[in-house]
């Protein structure tokens, strides 16, 4: 059984440049969301996909940012024009309605904007 | 408004010593879920431990250790005999039944040394 993964692991890019992080949650999981943590805080909620809907997204979610998930499986989260402040640890989540709403997370890719 | 605090930043504690983590929350819900997650250095979220409003009851899993209390909103962490491989930085987070996102807290980064 494997668990949440998130490709890729690292991206460095240059200001301006658009970049695309992929999640595949744990098979079975209908619920998917994004996390974005900067350094010494703890992640803060982006978006959430139940199956292929997008049912919330945060006011951190500018419009710069676009996240899919087709044919509710995997998902991707893709940020334009980006900016050094953008910089931080995108991590992915999967949940299972079922189990109470416990999350489990992937490595996280981390993102350095130049 | 929903909140988690965590208000010890960084512990540092020496092999076999017991520690405890604190953290308080606040919500206006009747039922929600409080979580603790563990991030070693390697960055990955590893979920803790689940607990939901109406299950007050204490909780031992081998070194671990939770008490949960509604009347202080407060679900604390204790580690019983310290390792090294404790060190990391461990979260407590917050999901309302209204919504499925995680509200974290900023974290407290524990040292264990040998």
């Known amino acids: 059984d494997t668990g949440v993964s998130q490709n890729p692991r690292h991206k460095i890019t240059k200001r301006g440049q658009n970049v695309t992080f992929r999640c595949d949650p744990i098979s079975e999981h209908n619920r998917l969301y994004w996390y974005r943590q900067t350094l010494g805080q703890g992640p803060e909620f982006l978006t959430y996909f139940q199956n292929e809907a997008q049912l919330e997204k945060s006011r951190l979610l500018s419009d710069r940012f676009s996240a899919e998930r087709p044919k509710g499986s995997f998902s991707t989260l893709e940020i334009q024009r980006t900016e050094q402040g953008d910089s931080a640890m995108y991590l992915c989540?999967?949940?299972?309605?079922?189990?109470?709403?416990?999350?489990?997370f992937g490595p996280g890719t981390r993102l350095l904007v130049l | 408004a929903q909140k988690v605090t965590q208000a010890q930043t960084e512990i540092s504690v020496v092999e076999k010593e017991d520690v405890t983590l604190d953290c308080v929350y606040e919500t206006r819900d009747t039922t929600y879920y409080l979580f603790w997650y563990k991030q070693p250095p390697s960055g990955e979220l590893v979920f803790l431990i689940r607990?939901?409003?109406?299950?007050?009851q204490n909780e031992i899993s081998g070194r671990y250790s939770w008490n949960f209390q509604k009347s202080t909103s407060s679900f604390n962490f204790t580690i019983t005999a310290s390792q090294v491989v404790d060190s990391a930085v461990y979260f407590c987070a917050l999901v309302m039944d209204s919504s499925y996102k995680l509200i974290f807290g900023s974290g407290t980064r524990l040292l264990v040394r040998p």
């Open positions: 607990r939901n409003s109406f299950d007050e």
């Open positions: 989540a999967s949940s299972w309605d079922r189990e109470e709403e416990t999350q489990y």
